[in-house]
């Protein structure tokens, strides 16, 4: 039997560096409305929801013809909202794409997921790209993270890791996480029952609580050129970015 595939797309005004975040204009359209198209561009996904605890973004999506789960506003991790959305669907595998990823592309959630539609043992993977500036590495709202030689997730952290300089000329890749994130169903509702680890608390990293209890992430590297927003910052530099991305034409020219 097939395994059925679910994207869930959290999403919250009250973020601390960017508030109202979601509902943010990018190209004539708001963000979180580019990752929604996007994800269900991804002809591996069954169904995109978006997972939120804000009137506004619900009523906006479903203006949209998004399908909207209601979640508590009690949720410090985007993880923990994911899993609860979880709970409410019928999904083998659970990709999480954060809201604050509006490059994302329908290839980039399909080579996320493709580790497990292989090896039955991989409960979590995540999405990487290979940091190309030392700007970017040494930006804390940039996760950075440093893997084995099973392509494994060793640390994650805010801070510059490994502790080299991100050059050029330097043969040591330096990688960041892309937030796209299957879970296996099961694994999701695990990690949910967690309490909060040290390390996660301490760099604000919800994967750590995962390497906190001894348990592994796959990661899987892209070569898609992508950034998140965090910042008004941010939000300038994606906009330059798409305004020539061909997807934007499969869900409309922008206003």
Same mark, same amino acid.
């Given at each position: 039997m097939q395994d059925r595939l679910v994207a869930v797309i959290p999403a919250r005004m009250s973020s601390s560096r960017f508030?109202?975040?979601?509902?943010?204009?990018l190209l004539g359209r708001p963000m979180i409305?580019?990752?929604?198209?996007?994800?269900?561009?991804?002809?591996?996904?069954?169904?995109?929801?978006?997972a939120t605890c804000d009137e506004e973004i619900k009523n906006v999506v @479903?203006? =949209?013809?998004?399908?909207?789960?209601?979640?508590?506003a009690a949720h410090e991790r985007a993880t923990d909202r994911v899993a609860e959305a979880?709970?409410?669907?019928?999904?083998d595998i659970v990709v999480m794409i954060q809201g604050d990823e509006p490059m994302t592309t329908p290839a980039m959630v399909a080579a996320a997921v493709i580790p497990m539609l292989e090896d039955p043992s991989v409960a979590c993977v995540n999405l990487v790209r290979q940091i190309g500036s030392r700007q970017d590495s040494l930006d804390p709202n940039t996760i950075k993270v440093v893997m084995n030689v099973n392509h494994e997730a060793l640390y994650f952290s805010r801070a510059p890791i490994p502790a080299i300089q991100c050059t050029d000329g330097n043969d040591v890749p330096v990688f960041k996480q892309i937030c796209v994130i299957p879970?296996?169903? @099961?694994? =999701?509702?695990?990690?949910?029952?967690?309490p909060q680890t040290p390390l996660e608390r301490a760099e604000s990293i919800d994967m750590?609580?995962?390497?906190?209890?001894?348990?592994?992430?796959?990661?899987?590297?892209?070569?898609?050129e992508t950034h998140a927003v965090d910042t008004h910052e941010d939000l300038n530099r994606v906009e330059t970015l798409m305004r020539r991305d061909p997807l934007l034409c499969r869900y409309g020219e922008a206003v």
């Open positions: 508030p109202g975040k979601p509902l943010a204009p409305e580019h990752v929604l198209r996007r994800a269900e561009m991804c002809s591996h996904l069954d169904a995109v929801y978006v @479903e203006e =949209l013809g998004g399908r909207v789960i209601m979640t508590s979880a709970t409410q669907i019928e999904a879970f296996r169903t @099961e694994f =999701l509702r695990l990690f949910a029952q967690w750590l609580r995962i390497l906190e209890h001894g348990e592994r992430v796959r990661l899987v590297e892209t070569t898609v």
